[in-house]
């Protein structure tokens, strides 16, 4: 039996309610971080979920560089500064935040824990931040939306192509989701070399005897298997409805993505279909940037998909001051890849993001202990960033600027002419 750890924010052990399960497995002393959530998460999930998670594309440079990019940039403080009240919230397309930090869509998620995206979005909500549920998702977009207390956004592939999508817009509408995520870097899926090495395609969908080789990697995690037979073993997309099919069995869609690229002329017809705010994902250069705003984009995500798709871009944080510089004024910028401190969000605010997504901090909570352990990955992140501020003697998120960090001099952007 572990012992109860007593983290902040987390109940105690001595004359207090039950613990929420999974609780206790990320409790201080043994979570004190989101490198310590990646180490349970490992230990917890068979290997090929694991490196599903965890790796990236092809020989994985973009992947390693979002993170190392971080230490390029270095702080700027102002000493003897009292701070009484730290203002962490801030507003995105409308919504206020408790920090700058929105959860990035994660696809599959309910194969790392069977609470999979109601668990994260629960525990966006309760930590006061948004939720964007991937099309990749196994529940029904309905009971994640029911599940969040706080804001949902949804994020698309045209999977199936225009009718689907179009079907699972207006569920998301009238489900209340608040903004649509279109992203824009996946015209196929990338080459991430992990996964049929472990036989992903084989374990999710193939012969019984073809999942032979690969068997022994998830018999040695007997209770995610558990959990996984007993939640009904591998879903399916429950909002990739096929006309006169239903959901989209899950191992049809690496080759459904193949052929639902997505074009600047869908974005138009996107405009028609979705009224509220559209939130282009996948934008690495300003030029991309100003075209998202000229079909309506109300925000970007400056975003390499963390890694997944073509390796060798630039990391995210790079990239993101030459947008920032060309539609800062016009849309709001946002950026994921590589964070994993709340020192990295309050860098990538310093640079001129609004807020940040997180995406593998909180899916190695997620996979750790479910909702407790996407809750204790953003506890960890909102702390962070609170005495990140103190440390720098800024009182407030909108008043970092620039002025708080030194980034390289080879930092240097050229405007196209
Ligand atoms: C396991 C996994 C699945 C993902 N699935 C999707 C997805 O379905 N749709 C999408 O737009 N991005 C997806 N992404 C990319 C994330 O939304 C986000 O851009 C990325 O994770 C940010 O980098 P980080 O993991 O370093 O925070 C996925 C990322 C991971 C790690």
């Given at each position: 039996m572990e012992e109860c750890g007593s983290a902040p924010g987390l109940?105690?052990?001595?004359?207090?309610?039950?613990?929420?399960?999974?609780?206790?497995?990320?409790?201080?002393p043994r979570v004190i971080n989101i490198e310590d959530l990646r180490r349970l998460a490992r230990r917890r999930l068979p290997k090929v979920i694991f490196d599903y998670v965890d790796g990236g594309a092809e020989g994985e440079v973009t992947l390693r560089e979002n993170c190392r990019v971080f230490d390029d940039v270095t702080f700027r403080p102002r000493q003897a500064v009292a701070i009484?009240?730290?203002?962490?919230?801030?507003?995105?397309?409308?919504?206020?935040?408790?920090?700058?930090?929105?959860?990035a869509p994660v696809g599959y998620s309910r194969l790392m824990h069977p609470g999979g995206e109601v668990a994260a979005a629960a525990a966006a909500g309760s930590a006061g931040i948004a939720y964007t549920l991937s099309t990749i998702s196994g529940h029904k977009?309905?009971?994640?939306?029911?599940?969040?207390?706080?804001?949902?956004?949804y994020q698309l592939y045209l999977v199936g192509g225009r009718q689907v999508a179009e079907a699972a817009i207006e569920r998301a509408r009238r489900a209340g989701f608040s903004a649509l995520v279109v992203t824009i870097d996946t015209p196929v899926a990338g080459m991430r070399e992990r996964d049929p090495r472990n036989?992903?395609?084989?374990?999710?969908?193939?012969?019984?005897?073809?999942?032979?080789?690969?068997?022994?990697?998830?018999?040695?995690?007997?209770?995610?298997?558990?959990?996984?037979?007993?939640?009904?073993?591998?879903?399916?997309?429950?909002?990739?409805?096929?006309?006169?099919?239903?959901?989209?069995?899950?191992?049809?869609?690496?080759?459904?993505?193949?052929?639902?690229?997505?074009?600047?002329?869908?974005?138009?017809?996107?405009?028609?279909?979705?009224?509220?705010?559209?939130?282009?994902?996948?934008v690495l250069t300003g030029d991309d940037a100003k075209r998202a705003v000229e079909e309506g984009a109300a925000a970007v995500v400056v975003s390499n998909h963390g890694g997944?798709?073509?390796?060798?871009?630039?990391?995210?944080?790079?990239?993101?001051?030459?947008?920032?510089a060309a539609i800062g004024d016009q849309?709001?910028?946002?950026?994921?890849?590589?964070?994993?401190?709340?020192?990295?969000?309050?860098?990538?605010?310093?640079?001129?993001?609004?807020?940040?997504?997180?995406?593998?901090?909180?899916?190695?909570?997620l996979a750790a202990a479910g909702q407790a352990g996407v809750a204790r990955a953003l506890e960890i992140?909102?702390?962070?960033?609170?005495?990140?501020?103190?440390?720098?003697?800024?009182?407030?998120?909108?008043?970092l600027n620039a002025s708080y960090v030194d980034v390289p001099a080879s930092w240097r952007w050229k405007a196209s002419p």
């Amino acid at each position: 039996m572990e012992e109860c750890g007593s983290a902040p924010g987390l109940p105690g052990p001595r004359n207090q309610p039950a613990m929420p399960k999974g609780l206790r497995t990320v409790a201080s002393p043994r979570v004190i971080n989101i490198e310590d959530l990646r180490r349970l998460a490992r230990r917890r999930l068979p290997k090929v979920i694991f490196d599903y998670v965890d790796g990236g594309a092809e020989g994985e440079v973009t992947l390693r560089e979002n993170c190392r990019v971080f230490d390029d940039v270095t702080f700027r403080p102002r000493q003897a500064v009292a701070i009484s009240t730290c203002e962490l919230s801030t507003r995105v397309l409308g919504l206020n935040l408790s920090f700058p930090a929105i959860l990035a869509p994660v696809g599959y998620s309910r194969l790392m824990h069977p609470g999979g995206e109601v668990a994260a979005a629960a525990a966006a909500g309760s930590a006061g931040i948004a939720y964007t549920l991937s099309t990749i998702s196994g529940h029904k977009l309905e009971n994640v939306r029911a599940a969040s207390p706080g804001p949902v956004w949804y994020q698309l592939y045209l999977v199936g192509g225009r009718q689907v999508a179009e079907a699972a817009i207006e569920r998301a509408r009238r489900a209340g989701f608040s903004a649509l995520v279109v992203t824009i870097d996946t015209p196929v899926a990338g080459m991430r070399e992990r996964d049929p090495r472990n036989g992903i395609k084989e374990l999710l969908g193939g012969s019984a005897v073809a999942k032979i080789p690969f068997l022994p990697q998830i018999l040695a995690h007997p209770a995610w298997l558990a959990a996984f037979l007993l939640d009904g073993g591998v879903p399916n997309l429950e909002n990739i409805v096929i006309p006169g099919k239903g959901p989209m069995p899950l191992m049809d869609v690496t080759a459904a993505l193949a052929s639902a690229v997505v074009t600047w002329e869908d974005l138009r017809w996107l405009r028609q279909v979705w009224r509220g705010p559209i939130v282009v994902k996948g934008v690495l250069t300003g030029d991309d940037a100003k075209r998202a705003v000229e079909e309506g984009a109300a925000a970007v995500v400056v975003s390499n998909h963390g890694g997944r798709q073509l390796d060798g871009v630039s990391s995210s944080l790079r990239a993101l001051p030459e947008v920032v510089a060309a539609i800062g004024d016009q849309a709001e910028v946002l950026m994921d890849g590589g964070v994993r401190r709340g020192s990295d969000i309050v860098k990538a605010i310093s640079l001129g993001a609004r807020a940040v997504l997180v995406g593998r901090a909180y899916a190695y909570g997620l996979a750790a202990a479910g909702q407790a352990g996407v809750a204790r990955a953003l506890e960890i992140l909102r702390d962070d960033v609170e005495r990140t501020l103190r440390l720098l003697g800024c009182p407030s998120t909108s008043l970092l600027n620039a002025s708080y960090v030194d980034v390289p001099a080879s930092w240097r952007w050229k405007a196209s002419p």
